[in-house]
């Protein structure tokens, strides 16, 4: 079994210090820069990770310049702030490679207050409520979290061409894996507070979190 796991990074150094040495075995690692200042490709070389460069900002590029470089048959992609366990990707991956999901993704749990701001948890409700009701009329879309953590095969993810490059790309991946007609499964994952020293495009601010929001509405309108 060939899984290489997908970590998009811009400034991450300190998480990577952490995060890396708790990665499966099951996993190759591909730490894709995306602009960072602080060191991270330095770290993540040491640490044993391939790092691909991608100049163009935004979550969609580095994810889409890990999955053009990736090569095994699974991919997983994960945030690499460290605030979910690698290990919760080992039953995501098991659930893809015996055929029971075209992909499996993670529902965040948080492990503690102020885990999850209120403003992006209501960010996330909304985007999804709203994509559920646009794809009610195919097949439906069963989870509750945008994937922020998910195992597919390398191949089915490419001939989805998935094109937003910023935020929205998420939210574009599970409106068209829905109307493919893929079986998708959700698991709940731990979420964890993002290691000392860095901060969430995201979920950091009310700022990010209306600019994510932004890509999103991008690609439902």
Sequence with gaps: MTCELILPCRDEAGALVDLLPRVPDAFSVIVVDNGSTDGTADVARRLGARVVHEPLPGYGAAVHAGLLAAGAEFVAVMDGDGSLDPDDLLPLLDAVASGRASMAVGRRRPTGRGVWPWHARLGNRLVLAWLRRRLAGDAGLAVRD????????????????????????????????????????????????????????????????????????????
């Design 146 to 221: 945008i994937a922020p953590i998910r195992v597919c095969r390398r191949t089915d993810l490419l001939a989805l061409d998935v094109r937003d490059r910023r935020f929205g790309y998420p939210v574009e991946l599970l409106q068209k894996a829905s109307r493919a007609g893929w079986r998708i499964v959700e698991q709940d994952v731990g979420y964890h507070a993002r290691a000392r020293g860095t901060r969430s495009k995201v979920s950091g601010s009310v700022v990010g979190t209306a600019r994510a929001a932004r890509d999103f509405w991008r690609v439902l309108a």
